[in-house]
């Protein structure tokens, strides 16, 4: 199975930040990575798949890159309403796997 | 609007059974594989199950294959999730959720559309 593992496990960031979320794949993905945001109580949400290709109704303020076996969900200016924890996937191949996520909250 | 909502989550004995549904509206379900992803308490996610858009094709993690079956009713916009042999680390809230492009499994475009969840109790 492909593991996945995401950087830092939690931050603390202000609104107006700049925020890097990094996630690496055990093995080469190519551009198999998909990004997602969950708040409290709620169902997860996709922001980003194929590692870069922004999801409609996403805000611009997101985005990602990377491809092989490294990748980052950048968000350029934190919003109050990005406050949440972030999960990447692989999907190159079964078992689909998910990091273990990254708590966004307020510093 | 597109939605899905799940149902048929509840409490059940270890070694017990039970059966989640997942209502869609506002798709065309029949043409959109479909996935569950489950998260125990205070947890991360963790993929369960995934089939066809036509029930051709379907998947299952190691941790439930055998004691998990999914199937779909394309006629009553439905899919299913029938659960067997119920563990405590079974215990979470199971989520439906559609692939993100019409066509065959394709894991690719992620799952763009998730439902509220239903909570699996095993005790």
């Known amino acids: 199975d492909i593991q996945m593992t995401q950087s830092p496990s939690s931050l603390s960031a202000s609104v107006g930040d700049r925020v890097t979320i990094a996630c690496r794949a055990s093995?080469?993905?190519?551009?198999?990575l998909n990004w997602y945001q969950q708040k409290p109580g709620e169902a997860p949400k996709l922001l980003i798949y194929?590692?870069?290709t922004l999801q409609t109704g996403v805000p611009s303020r997101f985005s990602g890159s990377g491809s092989g076996t490294d990748f980052t969900l950048t968000i350029s200016s934190l919003q109050p309403e990005d406050f949440a924890t972030y999960y990447c996937?692989?999907?190159?191949?079964?078992?689909?796997?998910f990091g273990p996520g990254t708590k966004v909250d307020i510093k | 609007e597109v939605q899905l909502v799940e149902s048929g989550g509840g409490l059940v004995q270890p070694g017990g059974s039970l059966k989640l549904s997942c209502a869609a509206s506002?798709?065309?379900?029949?043409?959109?594989?479909m996935h569950w992803v489950r998260q125990a308490p205070g947890k991360g996610l963790e993929y369960v199950s995934a089939?066809?858009?036509?029930?051709?094709?379907?998947y299952y993690a190691n941790a439930v294959k055998g004691r998990f079956t999914i199937s779909r009713d394309n006629s009553k916009n439905t899919l299913y999730l029938q659960m067997g042999s119920l563990r405590a680390e079974d215990m979470a809230v199971y989520y439906c959720?559609?692939?993100?492009?019409?066509?065959?499994?394709?894991?690719?475009?992620?799952?763009?559309?998730w439902g509220q969840g239903t909570t699996v109790t095993v005790s």
């Open positions: 093995q080469s993905i190519g551009g198999y």
């Open positions: 996937q692989q999907s190159y191949n079964t078992p689909v796997t």
């Open positions: 506002g798709l065309t379900f029949s043409t959109y594989a």
């Open positions: 959720a559609r692939d993100g492009r019409p066509g065959d499994l394709d894991y690719y475009y992620g799952m763009d559309v």
């Open positions: 089939i066809s858009y036509n029930g051709g094709s379907t």
């Open positions: 194929g590692a870069s």
